[in-house]
């Protein structure tokens, strides 16, 4: 059976790789038949679908006579979640709800679903991360987006904890591929701005200080220090091998500079402004406080 990993082969951290290539590449697994009632819900899915949009969708398979696209499932040895039914959902949830209302509606009503069967999740974020790429297929509002890169944020935090955080890629850039880059990056790090807390504080500029506006002209020409070098040559290779890791996993330009340790935020043949990206991976609110 093909494990998660397996499925991921090509879907890397990095690539370009919308759901629908993961969907498809799980539509090559043997599927097999077995009744909706041993399927159970799972709790992990913040499917939000309107009672009248499930009722609609149930009349809608009722009238084209079944389910033939496989749902996603995973054997629930292990009864997660408190449920004693045999599989546990991964992917379908709005086919399910249809199936399981039209059964008790039409005596003649598809009780036999195909389905793949997966192999048990790891763990909750790898379960998350599968229910997330396996749904994400139907259009959405700009509020079901935020919900899901909410929902993203939860899996790259459990990632982070369990030491597999993604490398070379920011978290923004990340989510928005998970969600088929049907929304840019730049919408994805407001909506993790807004969920995070992040608020930008601006300050109009005629009630700068004439103090400040002369220390922003000394900060703007101040030249840069003269630094003897008194490095050994091991410290010189520690801190290369550092600046390599920091580009590796921040994705971005990284130097040591005359005594200056220097990132890059903008690339204008890319159209990119990360300044404040570099704040929250240094630690810092986008108003440069240690958060």
């Known amino acids: 059976m ?99 209302r039209n059964a008790e509606l039409y005596p ?11 192999p048990e999740p790891e763990n909750e974020t790898k379960e998350l991360e599968m229910i997330l790429l396996l749904n994400e297929v139907r259009p959405l509002q700009d509020e079901d987006y935020k919900r899901k890169v909410e929902l993203y944020l939860k899996v790259w935090n459990g990632k982070a904890e369990a030491g597999e955080k993604p490398k070379g890629i920011q978290k923004r850039k990340w989510i928005a591929q998970r969600l088929g880059n049907r929304i840019g990056e730049k919408k994805v790090e407001k909506f993790i701005h807004e969920i995070e807390g ?60 005359k005594g200056w340790l220097c990132f890059q935020f903008l690339d204008k043949s890319k159209k990119t402004d990360d300044f404040y990206s570099i704040l929250n991976i240094l630690g810092f609110d986008d108003n440069g406080e240690m958060k």
């Open 198 to 257: 992040y608020e930008r504080v601006r300050k109009d500029p005629d009630e700068i200080e004439k103090d400040e506006i002369e220390q922003l002209v000394i900060d703007a020409n101040m030249t840069e220090p003269v630094i003897e070098d008194t490095e050994s040559s091991a410290d010189k290779e520690d801190r290369k091998r550092i600046v390599k890791n920091l580009k590796e996993t921040m994705g971005r330009s990284v130097k040591i500079e």
């Open 108 to 118: 003649d009503a598809q009780k036999m679903v195909p389905v793949v069967v997966l």
């Open 2 to 100: 093909a494990s998660f990993e397996d499925l991921m082969i090509g879907f890397n951290d990095n690539g370009y790789n919308t759901v629908d290539s993961f969907v498809d590449r799980t539509k090559e697994l043997p599927t097999k038949n077995v009744s909706i009632y041993e399927i159970d819900f799972n709790p992990l899915n913040d499917a939000n679908d309107s009672e009248e949009d499930k009722i609609e969708n149930a009349e809608k398979i009722h009238e084209q006579g079944m389910v033939y696209t496989p749902l996603h499932v995973y054997r629930n040895k292990s009864h997660r979640h408190g449920s004693d039914k045999k599989y546990m959902l991964l992917g379908g949830h709005f086919r399910l709800d249809a199936l399981l």
